[in-house]
């Protein structure tokens, strides 16, 4: 495959870099420190693209490597409140649903470096222009991609500063079991929770409305993730089918026995 200039770039299995990477990321960071947190209307999104472009462009996309991200994460990171962190694993868009109608809590892609991120495709080349638009690795094809690199050091950042009670939701609907220790929620957030600062772990397991319903909070999967969370000091709770979350199912189904006001 030729490159914008007529150069070979590397085939992937993956889809490739997002059309218009540069304008979406700089349109995305001015958004949120100017709407959605103005707190942060200092940040240099401007710097924050450089850094962004820095860590993949010209690189191989099968050595990614932390080192590479850790200036943009630097930049980016900022406060949040404590019992806000809300975690997820397979329920992307129920949780993003909730979330932007409830100032209650904060997802990853609620703080600005998972704003900018959400969504987007980027991987780079070794050749002239430097990013592959054409393909990116997929995860099977290695595991450190720009994209997995990100995301777990991201995901990682999050996790290492929650405080007080942090929740998370779940799927009770996939096979695979609504906990799975491979998982980003399983293998990084869980281990990066601060037990001296995050005290509890209320889990919100959701089942898709029409079903199945494959696990329940009695389940192995959720006790698994129990036991994890008890021996590092951090309690925890379980709420099948949570109501404030369940009326979102809802939106989207009102007709469901489990929707009507007197089931
Ligand atoms: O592997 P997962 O879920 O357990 O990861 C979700 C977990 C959340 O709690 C987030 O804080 O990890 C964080 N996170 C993201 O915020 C995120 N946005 C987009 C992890 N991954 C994220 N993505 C992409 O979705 C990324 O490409 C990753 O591989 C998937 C993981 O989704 P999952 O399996 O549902």
Request: with cysteine; glycine share 6%.
């Amino acid at each position: 495959v030729k490159g914008t200039n007529g150069s070979e770039v590397l085939q992937w299995k993956g889809k490739g870099t997002t059309e218009h990477l540069h304008e979406i990321v700089l349109g995305r960071c001015y958004s949120f420190i100017t709407a959605v947190n103005p707190e942060l209307r200092d940040k240099d999104c401007f710097k924050i693209w450089e850094l962004f472009q820095d860590a993949f462009m010209y690189k191989h996309p099968c050595s990614a490597t932390e080192d590479d991200y850790r200036p943009l994460l630097d930049l980016g990171r900022h406060y949040i409140p404590c019992n806000k962190s809300l975690f997820w694993s397979k329920t992307k868009d129920l949780v993003h649903r909730y979330t932007q109608a409830n100032n209650d809590f904060l997802t990853l892609e609620d703080t600005l470096l998972g704003y900018i991120a959400d969504g987007l495709s980027w991987c780079g080349d070794p050749s002239s222009p430097g990013i592959n638009y054409e393909s990116c690795p997929k995860w099977s094809e290695c595991e450190n991609n720009p994209n997995s690199v990100f995301w777990k050091m991201a995901s990682k950042m999050f996790a290492e500063s929650a405080c007080g009670t942090v929740q998370v939701m779940l799927n009770g609907s996939i096979e695979a079991g609504a906990f799975r220790n491979n998982s980003i929620f399983g293998s990084v957030e869980v281990v990066n929770l601060n037990p001296t600062k995050v005290s509890k772990m209320q889990i919100w397991l959701m089942n898709d409305i029409a079903g199945p319903e494959r696990e329940t909070c009695s389940g192995h999967s959720i006790n698994i993730l129990k036991d994890i969370l008890e021996s590092r000091k951090i309690s925890v709770t379980c709420e099948d089918n949570f109501r404030p979350v369940q009326l979102f199912q809802c939106a989207s189904n009102p007709d469901h026995a489990s929707c009507k006001a007197c089931p």
